[in-house]
């Protein structure tokens, strides 16, 4: 059924679940939202299962007309949130009527936004997820007069996340990362130069990739036979600048890489824009298992 009407859709607004698995032998990567944490999140303050179909919503400047009764929460970036021009929380079950307007402005503090609907949006599926991935012509950004479906019109029970839960968004952030196997490739003042210095969102940011700027990382590697990428895969180009794998990188590549940059830690990554700042920090296999395990345990419990 029809909930809403598109009266302005951002400059990048799509459908996202958590992702396309199982189909990188086929080319196609996995899309999903930048920020797991707050796309879980939001789904969860509207009581629905956390991969239903959501928006993630690219710096702002979304607005809805609403066509049946229902239930939203915005989470994600720093966004002014109105209904019928009436100032609303984030991270905050809200209620919706026939014609109310829904205004999400855009971000002064992040990068990404999510707007979750009780029971889910109504979105096409291609190899069994809704996830869009632009560059792979699946699925298309939000246009303006579009329609969105959900599967139900319902209100649910109202909820929010305590101040002190919500995560907190910075301009400067730290990033835990495991060593892979090309990693011994490098010198070790290669290794010396990434987890000392401090690196610069370039202006080449997307959903693909991160580039960074900062100190070179000298190795004789150039490039290597291509192979399949892990998302949060540090790679390093030529000219010696590391590039974090987003979620709709390239399925292989043949630059070498350094390690990858724990999940967890790619929400934080996911939030910031051009001129932020990243430091690097290496740890163990063993204790990135236990960072993610009680990152979801966190999660789930966390309504």
Same mark, same amino acid.
């Given at each position: 059924?029809?909930?809403?009407?598109?009266?302005?859709?951002?400059?990048?607004?799509?459908?996202?679940?958590?992702?396309?698995?199982?189909?990188?032998?086929?080319?196609?990567?996995?899309?999903?939202?930048?920020d797991v944490r707050s796309f879980v999140i939001a789904n969860q303050l509207v009581s629905n299962d956390i991969n239903k179909t959501a928006l993630e919503i690219t710096l702002g400047g979304l607005t809805l007309q609403c066509l049946a009764p229902c239930s939203v @929460?915005?989470?994600?970036?720093?966004?002014?949130?109105?209904?019928?021009?009436?100032?609303?929380?984030?991270?905050?079950?809200?209620?919706?009527?026939?014609? $109310?307007?829904?205004?999400?402005?855009?971000? @002064?503090?992040? @990068?990404?936004?999510?707007?979750?609907?009780?029971?889910?949006? #109504?979105?096409?599926?291609?190899?069994?997820?809704?996830?869009?991935?632009?560059?792979?012509?699946?699925?298309?950004?939000?246009?303006?007069?579009?329609?969105?479906?959900? =599967?139900?019109?319902? =209100?649910?029970?109202?909820?929010?996340?305590?101040?002190?839960?919500?995560?907190?968004?910075?301009?400067?952030?730290?990033?835990?990362?495991?060593?892979?196997?090309?990693?011994?490739?490098?010198?070790?003042?290669? =290794?010396?130069?990434?987890?000392?210095?401090?690196?610069?969102?370039?202006?080449?940011? $997307?959903?693909?990739?991160?580039?960074?700027?900062?100190?070179?990382?000298?190795? $004789?590697?150039?490039?290597?036979?291509?192979?399949?990428?892990?998302?949060?895969?540090?790679?390093?180009?030529?000219a010696g600048q590391p590039i974090i794998m987003m979620r709709d990188r390239q399925t292989i590549g043949g630059y070498p890489k350094l390690g990858s940059v724990i999940s967890p830690d790619l929400d934080k990554l996911a939030q910031l824009t051009q001129g932020a700042?990243?430091?690097?920090?290496?740890?163990?296999? #063993?204790?990135?298992?236990?960072?993610?395990?009680?990152?979801?345990?966190?999660?789930? #419990?966390?309504?």
């Amino acid at each position: 059924m029809k909930l809403f009407s598109v009266l302005q859709p951002g400059p990048l607004t799509t459908f996202q679940d958590l992702g396309r698995t199982g189909q990188m032998a086929l080319g196609l990567t996995e899309g999903g939202p930048m920020d797991v944490r707050s796309f879980v999140i939001a789904n969860q303050l509207v009581s629905n299962d956390i991969n239903k179909t959501a928006l993630e919503i690219t710096l702002g400047g979304l607005t809805l007309q609403c066509l049946a009764p229902c239930s939203v @929460a915005v989470t994600g970036a720093f966004s002014p949130v109105s209904i019928n021009g009436k100032p609303q929380s984030l991270w905050k079950t809200l209620k919706l009527k026939p014609n $109310d307007t829904l205004e999400i402005g855009f971000a @002064a503090l992040g @990068a990404r936004s999510y707007l979750a609907v009780s029971s889910g949006f #109504d979105a096409p599926a291609w190899f069994e997820s809704s996830a869009t991935v632009v560059r792979e012509n699946i699925g298309k950004p939000l246009v303006k007069e579009q329609q969105l479906s959900g =599967h139900e019109s319902y =209100h649910c029970e109202e909820l929010s996340l305590p101040y002190l839960q919500q995560p907190q968004l910075k301009k400067q952030v730290e990033l835990r990362y495991i060593r892979g196997y090309q990693a011994k490739q490098f010198p070790e003042l290669a =290794h010396s130069v990434f987890t000392t210095g401090q690196y610069t969102l370039s202006k080449q940011i $997307d959903r693909m990739g991160f580039r960074l700027e900062g100190a070179v990382i000298n190795s $004789d590697l150039r490039e290597l036979y291509s192979e399949g990428i892990a998302r949060g895969a540090i790679q390093v180009t030529g000219a010696g600048q590391p590039i974090i794998m987003m979620r709709d990188r390239q399925t292989i590549g043949g630059y070498p890489k350094l390690g990858s940059v724990i999940s967890p830690d790619l929400d934080k990554l996911a939030q910031l824009t051009q001129g932020a700042t990243v430091t690097f920090v290496p740890i163990s296999a #063993d204790e990135a298992i236990r960072i993610y395990r009680d990152y979801w345990q966190a999660l789930l #419990d966390l309504l």
